[in-house]
T-cell receptor
Framework: AQTVTQSQPEMSVQEAETVTLSCTYD???????LFWYKQPPSRQMILVIR??????QNATENRFSVNFQKAAKSFSLKISDSQLGDAAMYFC?????????????FGTGTLLAVQP | GAVVSQHPSRVICKSGTSVKIECRSL??????MFWYRQFPKQSLMLMAT?????????EQGVEKDKFLINHASLTLSTLTVTSAHPEDSSFYIC????????????FGQGTRLTVV
């Protein structure tokens, strides 16, 4: 079974500093997608960044970047120049599709606080 | 970006009654929709995956007779909680994807269900 684990229930970062959120996953598949989603207090899910497993290059979106280590099944999110608006719950997610399987599974989440 | 509208945003029902939650893709055709349940400060737990025109695939431990999912069209999926009990109180979120290979999932605003 596919599982996604986030080992940091809570993290804190000073404004303008950098923080890294960890995520590991377990799968026997070779083709899949990985995502980081942000859930602010409104509870609306917002896509932060995505990574295709077949791509070796790490994805980057402005202040957000990932460190994708396929062999280690690790997918961490780095937030640079943290802003107050980055405070939210962050979920790592894994998507598999193919044949009869089509799932989007979320990790346990990391609550990020940004200190002014 | 694509918009997914979920209705109602909040609902209170009496024990033993049924409640229906709608999830609509407003500007695209959703071939797949996911339904999640989220407890306070916890992750999104995948309940089921529904593909248009076919029966939903339920995750292990989710009662299909309790949580009825209908994906009758490419723009509408419904989740009906039957014979609701207080333990069914939770936050329910739907998510929609265009096509099997499309990577991005779009989320509804969620429904807060309270069973009294």
């Amino acid at each position: 079974a596919q599982t996604v684990t986030q080992s940091q229930p809570e993290m804190s970062v000073q404004e303008a500093e950098t923080v890294t959120l960890s995520c590991t996953y377990d799968t026997s598949e070779s083709d899949y997608y990985l995502f980081w989603y942000k859930q602010p207090p409104s509870r609306q899910m917002i896509l932060v960044i995505r990574q295709e497993a077949y791509k070796q290059q790490n994805a980057t979106e402005n202040r957000f970047s990932v460190n994708f280590q396929k062999a280690a099944k690790s997918f961490s999110l780095k937030i640079s120049d943290s802003q107050l608006g980055d405070a939210a719950m962050y979920f790592c997610a894994y998507r598999i599709y193919g044949g009869a399987t089509n799932k989007l599974i979320f990790g346990t989440g990391t609550l990020l606080a940004v200190q002014p | 970006g694509a918009v997914v509208s979920q209705h109602p945003s909040r609902v209170i029902c009496k024990s033993g009654t049924s409640v229906k939650i709608e999830c609509r893709s407003l500007d695209f055709q959703a071939t797949t929709m996911f339904w999640y349940r989220q407890f306070p400060k916890q992750s999104l737990m995948l309940m089921a995956t529904s593909n248009e025109g076919s029966k939903a695939t339920y995750e292990q431990g989710v009662e299909k007779d309790k949580f009825l999912i209908n994906h009758a069209s490419l723009t509408l999926s419904t989740l009906t909680v039957t014979s609701a009990h207080p333990e069914d109180s939770s936050f329910y979120i739907c998510s929609a994807i265009v096509g099997v290979l499309n990577t991005e999932a779009f989320f509804g605003q969620g429904t807060r269900l309270t069973v009294v």
